[in-house]
């Protein structure tokens, strides 16, 4: 269990590094450092990142000579699919919302993932859960609707991107099913593979539109961010392949205060009382929700 818990802190650790660089590269407010660097669309991003973590994938599965298409191709690309979109939906946000608030709703996820596993994997879901479920949605709802509280805030909350970062949480919790189902029969770099192998295409065709080509040092930030996205993937799917998720899941969310600090001193993000409130009932609706689904496959 140790490694699974290291595995997933080194996932959070990797992500935030990720966000950081999205941050800076993204079309959102400007960045209040680096100001000369090209602002890059989101989805090309994606696509710079979908080639890097192809090709590190791609390496790996000829040197260990596995399938690239592995065995469960039907788990594997609604994988693919869910996790593209859950990305692509959350680096949107990582440009328009602050990391804090960014990060903490994509931490819905758990709570769409045992939404999911009713129908997919045909879990049952106890009355508490269902309580601490609400409460987390409630917390969304009041960062939502900080604006109103607060007038004067310097950071303002969009219902439409929060909204977004919702969706998002969802495509995380149905691709974290998808892991559940293939990771019986699939090697990890089958179920990480997908993601790229379908973000290429899906990604490039979008980039026809308006690309926009890097210069300098941002070619040097794709990269990073493909390197570390990819070391994020396989951490995390390492560490739900190995670990029990009601265990070491409580652990991803040491990202959240991460991305508060970050958000604080690097992009001066100053968030209201509400707003905190809010991420708060989240991280103890997330939270409760793991412990009491822990406690519940303790007695069974």
Not at 18 to 35: A, H
Not at 132 to 138: N, S
Not at 144 to 167: C, P, R
Not at 172 to 201: C, D, Q, R
């Amino acid at each position: 269990m140790g490694k699974a818990i290291f595995y997933i802190i080194a996932s959070g650790l990797s992500f935030l590094v990720v966000n950081f660089f999205v941050k800076i590269l993204g079309q959102g407010p400007d960045s209040l450092i680096f100001p000369t660097t090209e602002k890059i669309p989101t989805h090309e991003l994606v696509f710079f990142r979908s080639i890097v973590s192809f090709l590190i994938s791609l390496y790996f599965i000829k040197k260990n000579k596995l399938s690239v298409l592995g065995n469960n191709r039907k788990w594997l690309l609604i994988r693919g699919f869910s996790g593209m979109i859950a990305l692509t939906l959350f680096f949107y946000t990582i440009d328009h919302l602050p990391m804090a608030i960014a990060s903490t709703v994509q931490y819905l996820a758990p709570l769409f993932t045992v939404i999911l596993a009713v129908f997919i994997m045909k879990e049952s879901v106890s009355k508490w859960q269902w309580v601490f479920i609400t409460l987390a949605f409630f917390g969304a709802i009041i960062m939502g609707l900080s604006n109103l509280v607060v007038k004067d805030a310097t950071v303002q909350i969009s219902w439409f991107w929060l909204g977004i970062g919702v969706v998002s949480a969802f495509f995380s919790g149905l691709a974290y099913n998808s892991i559940l189902k293939a990771k019986e029969t699939e090697h990890t770099l089958n179920i990480v593979i997908y993601f790229p192998m379908l973000g290429i295409p899906v990604m490039g065709i979008w980039c026809l539109f308006d690309f926009v080509m890097p210069h300098g040092l941002s070619w040097l930030y794709l990269l990073v961010i493909g390197v570390f996205t990819q070391i994020a993937q396989i951490a995390m799917t390492k560490a739900f392949q190995i670990g029990e998720a009601s265990t070491i899941s409580p652990f991803q969310f040491i990202g959240s205060i991460y991305a508060l600090l970050v958000g604080y001193f690097i992009f001066e993000e100053k968030l209201t009382t509400a707003v905190l409130i809010g991420i708060v009932l989240i991280l103890i609706g997330v939270i409760s929700n793991i412990i009491v689904k822990h406690r519940l496959n303790k007695k069974s």
